[in-house]
């Protein structure tokens, strides 16, 4: 946990912690150094070099193991302050500690670089793993409406006579049904990579929030006619300076979620409210709400709930996130106590209330 | 009665294949052109009274074609574009283009503004009156009547409406509205903008947070139709 921290340190300056730390401990062993003998200092010195093992690079781990034996000898092998050493046998217990000091503390660093390796190596089975997710539910999502558009014009150019005026006008609706999800499902892989592509900016401009939102909603009240979608906006709601283009982007996949997860005559329900420079919007469902174990992960590219009924690519509610943090704001999903889903989007805005002009 | 000429404009052999069938069965002539210099050569030749025309062309960008056409064309121009950034469409606008459409469109959207754009060709004049739909604006007395009722306006409410009648089908881009009607220091105050508009519907849509006469073009402007 803390080593991603520390390697955001420089060399030098984990070099200089490292160096302390041996000081502060041979201070601490100096201390002691009355009540026990030197080669119990020897060990102590080594515990400090382990621990920074542990947590730096390999040049601070080999400035610590080298001044820590340095320091052993200067200081506490007799004859003191010099780095003499008169008996053989110290002169072996130096070599080994210095060894041992090495050693150990390289291979502690070694280990610690494997399991970061291993970790990596696990993220990028994940993201492949994902890719793959992605593959097969992007392969179904575009293949099954083309499937559809090729079935029915083979129909209609290959044996027309065959078929009834109904039947013809059926086949129709279907082709113009499938090259509408076809859209759909473009749409959003455009978003994910203009999000993908780190360059987008939002561009803001006076956005009356009213007006967006009964737009978006007549946007899919076009394609779902039978849907009834409930619009709550204070007649004070003043002009938010945004980027409308992503905000409608935002409430127009929640919405068409919505539409398209819960029960057709379920209440599906748009409303924004602002305090101070904060505009917030909710869209509410009536359906069966998320699993509460799965509410965290929603948000996640090509993430898709676990009894999810196939179609759908796992893109349209990380693009809200995506496009709600692009604007500075943030996304909250919780279950309603009366059932469904309820999405909280919090955006900090500038504001205006220049609205009912009538001094003129 | 002559048939309307309609000249396309579009490297893609499907969409002009279709847009032919398309129009044609909708009584319009239809001439092609597979790129820019061609189209602006045709266009010289046979004086369309409508040009559809790609953005997205292979010698010359669709921007450049629109500037040196509009040097001597004056019928309407509608553009077609596959991508979805609202500056090319604003661009395109401020070049001249008359109204757009993006690539995936509805046919019966492309007739429709098809449509209003021939229509609207025919020289209005110097007419003391504009009606469309059920708004009657009579220009000399400066009265607005909704279904023959007089309806109260402030002067920059009037002038918005006006020009806006004045360009009855036409997708009026924020920057030219706000030039036309607070003038040239005012293009960064689009907020005037959107609460004149916001005034405006109440007092002339049904519903004004469903509006069928001032209809918002996302992020790029205003389009004055009839209603319903």
Known sequence: MSELNVHKISTGRQCLYSGLAVIVVALFCGAISRYVGYHVIAFVLLLAVSVVAMFFDIIPILVAALMSALVWDFFFIPPYFTFTVNSTEDTIFLLIYFVVAITGSILTYKIRRAEM?????????????????????????????????????????????QLTEEGRSELLAEISKATYRLNHHVENLLNMSRLESGFLKPRNDWCDINELIYFTVGRIE?????????????????????????????????LINAVIYTPGNSLIKVSASCNEDIVTLNIDDSGGGFPEAEIEKVFDKFYRLKNANPGGTGL????????????????????????????????????????????? | ????????????????RLLEITLRASGYEVEMAATGREGIS???SIKPDLVLLDLGLPDKSGQEVLREIREWFANPILVLSVLTGEEEI???LDNGANDYLT????????????????????????????TSGNLNIDLVAKVVKNNGEVLKLTATEYALLVLFARNEGRVLTHQYLLKEIWGPGFLNQSQYLRVYVAQLRKKIEKDPNRPEIIVTESRVGYRFTEGR
């Open chain 2, 90 to 92: 604003v661009d395109a």
């Open chain 1, 117 to 161: 390796r291993a970790r990596a190596r696990e993220e990028r089975e994940y993201t492949f793993r994902l890719y793959n997710t992605l593959l097969n539910s992007l392969s179904h999502e575009l293949r099954t409406p083309i499937a559809t558009i090729m079935a029915a014009t083979d129909n209609l150019v290959h044996q027309p006579e």
């Open chain 1, 222 to 254: 076009e394609n779902y006619p039978n849907r009834k979608i409930e619009v709550e906006v204070p007649a004070d709601l003043p002009l938010a300076n945004t980027d409308r283009g992503l905000l409608e982007q935002v409430i127009f996949n929640l």
């Open chain 2, 42 to 44: 045709i266009a010289a």
């Open chain 2, 103 to 130: 690539k995936p469109y509805r046919t019966g959207e492309l007739l429709a503004r098809v449509r209003s754009l021939l229509k609207r060709a025919q020289p209005v004049g110097n007419l003391p009156s504009i």
């Open chain 1, 316 to 360: 349209g509610l990380s693009i809200v996130k995506g496009f709600v943090e692009a604007l500075g704001g943030t996304v909250l999903l919780v279950n309603r106590k009366s059932g469904g889903a309820s999405f909280t989007i919090t955006l900090p805005v500038e504001v205006s209330y220049l609205k009912n002009i009538s001094n003129e």
């Open chain 2, 1 to 16: 009665m002559n048939r309307p000429l309609i000249l396309v404009i579009d490297d893609d052999i499907q969409i002009r």
